[in-house]
């Protein structure tokens, strides 16, 4: 019990890290040229975390969590805060990227949650 709420927890601060961090990883440029590298994060991420939490806690609420933070994460990024601060613009190449984060994101966390409540419960050693 202990060490399946530990996954659970472990997993889900992991989304979270990780979808702060392709956030920051939105405007890279190496020589002037947009790198997509947050859009790519984000499609691995949310499959291999929400296969991850499956795994090692057994629950679908649990393996849930991942690509809801993800998402809480995503969409707090891109509204602005009283000061004025945007992360997540929506002007130019950025604004497309951004577009592209967030619709990648959200598109692979949905075809990973899919898989994990469209699989029987208990695996093939449980009798059907």
Do not use: C, H, Q
Request: net charge positive.
């Amino acid at each position: 019990m202990i060490r399946r709420l530990g996954a659970a927890l472990l997993v889900t601060v992991l989304a979270a890290w990780l979808a702060l961090v392709e956030v920051f990883w939105l405007p890279l440029r190496v020589f002037g040229v947009p790198v997509p590298v947050s859009v790519a994060a984000a499609v691995v991420g949310n499959l291999l975390l929400v296969g991850l939490a499956a795994r090692l806690t057994g629950s679908r609420l649990a393996a849930v969590l991942p690509a809801v933070v993800w998402l809480v994460v995503a969409v707090g990024a891109s509204l602005p805060r009283p000061e004025g601060d945007l992360l997540l613009t929506g002007g130019g190449v950025l604004g497309f990227l951004s577009l592209a984060y967030l619709l990648s994101g959200v598109v692979a966390a949905a075809f990973a949650v899919g898989k994990v409540l469209a699989a029987p419960r208990g695996g093939a050693d449980r009798p059907s």
